[in-house]
């Protein structure tokens, strides 16, 4: 950690950049980890933060279409997607606007996560029913998605 007095506003975005360089980032986790690197007010962090926001360098929006991509990708479902990037602080419009942009069939993801961990055999019986219930919901797919694909 560097001291207050050493850190200087080019400091500051210079770490910012060398994070946003890695992936992108919500506001934020960009001030926390600033927060973490570097001792000074948190009021100069939010400022570089501010500024980078303005430049169009960090976006929120731009890290939930990103994030939704990977994740979905990934066989993560809406309701896992959102609650993390909730927890990443991007706001709830920003969220929407990102669902509504990707156009995921998320019925048909739930059949991809299912068969790829099951195979394409159904479920000959209850306690069958029940596990691969439980995988779709621990991936974030909702009922009516693990019900629509499960039966």
Sequence with gaps: MVA???VTAVDLRRGAMD???RREHSRQELQNKLGRRFDVEPERISTVVEQLAQEGLQSNQR?????LRYRSNRGQGP????AEL???AVENDLIDQAFNEANIDWFA???LVLHKRFGESPATDVTQQAKRARFLQQR???FDQIHAVNS
């Excluded at 890290?63 to 994030?67: D, W």
């Excluded at 309701?79 to 959102?82: A, C, E, M, Q």
């Design 4 to 6: 207050k007095s050493e």
């Design 19 to 21: 994070l946003l360089a």
């Design 63 to 67: 890290l939930a279409e990103a994030y």
């Design 79 to 82: 309701l896992k997607i959102r």
């Design 86 to 88: 909730r927890g990443k």
């Design 109 to 111: 993801q739930a059949v």
């Design 140 to 142: 974030g797919f909702s």
